[in-house]
């Protein structure tokens, strides 16, 4: 059974920073592509970030110079989120693209950004 966990979530001020880790289990192949989604309360789920196969990095506007995503293997890849604001509250997914187009999702880490 093919697993996403995520960790690192929580709440922090804004300024702050947090570090997000999604850990694979039960592939017997690598992703093409991981990435990591976000969904605010009464907003749709949208992509921050996405590392694909060949390296590649893209990221939502709002997040370009703030987060950076890294694979460090085919089975981990986290998000480094810096300069944390309040609109960047949400409960953030780890996704996963297999080679035939085939999405997986982990049970989502909340961060909440507050004073």
């Known amino acids: 059974q093919v697993q996403l966990a995520e960790s690192g979530g929580g709440v922090v001020q804004p300024g702050g920073s947090l570090r997000l880790s999604c850990v694979v289990s039960?592939?017997?192949?690598?992703?093409?592509?991981m990435a990591w989604y976000r969904q605010a309360p009464g907003k749709e789920r949208g992509l921050v970030a996405i590392?694909?196969?060949?390296?590649?990095k893209r990221y939502m506007d709002s997040v370009k110079g703030r987060f950076t995503i890294s694979r460090e293997d085919k089975n981990t890849v986290s998000l480094q989120m810096n300069g944390l604001k309040p609109e960047d509250t949400a409960l953030y997914y780890c996704?996963?693209?297999?080679?035939?187009?085939?999405?997986?999702w982990g049970q989502g880490t909340q961060v909440t950004v507050s004073s």
């Open positions: 996704n996963g693209i297999t080679m035939y187009g085939v999405d997986y």
């Open positions: 039960g592939m017997t192949y690598p992703f093409r592509d």
């Open positions: 590392v694909t196969n060949d390296g590649g």
